[in-house]
């Protein structure tokens, strides 16, 4: 069982920058390949980010690519979201989540095992 928990959303303006963690429990972190999602009202969750279990892949939405940056701690059990040129339509409520298969990249939500409550970030124009 892994527990995750998003923190670092906020209210920025449009062209700033916030950086999130996933603070993940247990002592298995390093086996679980994370990813991050996002969802704005009335829309699908949406994929945002992923990163394999050693951070030797990475792999990122056309939307954000150059924009925003995965990494991962190992040791800190935690996993960031770097968020850079940020725009009105990043709004949304940022989930991370793990997913067992590791060594894998995974775009779709039905991949990831556990999932974090959220946090909101709101781009003002």
């Known amino acids: 069982q892994v527990q995750l928990v998003e923190s670092g959303g906020g209210l920025v303006q449009a062209g700033g920058s916030l950086r999130l963690s996933c603070a993940a429990s247990g002592r298995t972190f390093s086996s679980y390949g994370m990813g991050w999602f996002r969802q704005a009202p009335g829309k699908e969750r949406e994929f945002i980010a992923a990163i394999s279990s050693s951070a030797g892949s990475t792999y990122y939405a056309d939307s954000v690519k150059g924009r925003f940056t995965i990494s991962r701690d190992n040791a800190k059990n935690t996993v960031y979201l770097q968020m850079n040129s940020l725009k009105p339509e990043d709004t949304a409520i940022y989930y991370c989540?793990?997913?067992?298969?590791?060594?894998?990249?995974?775009?779709?939500?039905?991949?990831?095992?556990?999932w974090g409550q959220g946090t909101q970030v709101t781009v003002s124009a």
């Open positions: 989540a793990a997913t067992r298969a590791g060594s894998y990249i995974y775009m779709a939500p039905n991949n990831y095992n556990y």
